[in-house]
């Protein structure tokens, strides 16, 4: 190596060496002055924000995980045991206060046997229009999903007062995976077939909001037609630009997203009376 190269090598060397040092002095000048402390940070999966009427950003995810912030940058954990299912900061007993959605979805069952339990990918929001119990108006809703099997899931929801609960359950408003027989999927030994009454098809369509009856595009055979219909997980709610109309994005991989839209007073579903398929198309 000539010795242009080799002075041209250690100019490249030193110029490293000497970012390398500003970058450690400017480490410790930041920690001499109080400016370098790491972010507090929390593990949440499937996240979802909302800023409270408090000001604060509050982060809901799967397995029931939560944490708070007042700046989007340092984040406190809600809870230390999630996993605690008999003494849940969310919904307190959750095998039993979940249960009307467990019904179908199943707890201890299918892919998440063994002692597990599947409540995945929550999303809260205020409804100032909700009508509670005692008769006031407003609170925060969450919807979430329960899933046992890759296609037999709900998407119940639950409201509170307090953006940090605990959660009353008030129903369940989409199902997935039932099929037209009954036939276990996976690991479960579950009835699936569409008339459980796990569900509520039957009356849906006994009453006569399913207008279309028993649809055949719902089934491959006798099986859930999982490329037609969507998955019920992943819920997502909003308001429409005028802040009048609630709705709620659902689905996912399987048979696609779709947009369901919601009583703004009770949460429940406003049933569209017939099966339709909108595609959007543009430059």
């Known amino acids: 190596m000539s010795d242009g190269k080799k002075r041209l090598k250690a100019v490249k060397y030193g110029a490293a060496v000497l970012v390398m040092v500003l970058l450690v002095s400017g480490v410790v000048a930041a920690s001499a002055g109080g400016r370098s402390k790491l972010p507090d940070r929390v593990s949440v999966h499937d996240p979802s924000i909302v800023k409270a009427r408090s000001g604060e950003y509050y982060i809901f995810g799967s397995h029931l995980a939560g944490a708070k912030s007042k700046d989007l940058v340092n984040w406190r954990s809600l809870s230390g045991d999630y996993e605690n299912v008999t003494n849940n900061w969310l919904f307190g007993n959750v095998k039993e206060n979940l249960a009307e959605s467990f019904r179908w979805a199943g707890y201890d069952d299918g892919d998440c046997s063994g002692g597990k339990y599947a409540v995945w990918a929550p999303d809260v929001i205020w ?17 979430y999903s329960a899933s046992s099997t890759w296609r037999r899931s709900c998407i119940g929801y639950a409201v509170s007062k307090d953006i940090e ?7 369940t408003v989409v199902y997935s995976g039932f099929t037209k027989n009954g036939k276990p999927d996976g690991k ?7 008339d459980t009454d796990a569900i509520h098809i039957k009356k849906l369509i006994d009453s006569g909001k399913l207008k279309d009856g028993l649809n055949p595009k719902w089934f491959t055979g006798e099986e859930w037609n999982h490329n037609y219909c969507p998955n019920a997980i992943d819920p997502a ?25 919601l009583d703004r007073e009770t949460g429940d579903a406003k049933y569209p009376g017939t099966d339709f398929q909108d595609t959007i198309s543009g430059n």
């Open 188 to 194: 479960s030994q579950r009835n699936t077939r569409w």
């Open 165 to 171: 609960g605990p959660y009353t359950y008030v129903g």
């Open 237 to 261: 709610l909003f308001f429409d630009k005028q802040g009048q109309r609630l709705y709620m994005v659902y689905g996912s991989w399987s048979g696609g997203i779709y947009l369901l839209e």
């Open 127 to 143: 409804n100032p229009y909700y009508k509670n119990g005692d008769g006031t108006k407003g609170a925060y809703m969450i919807y």
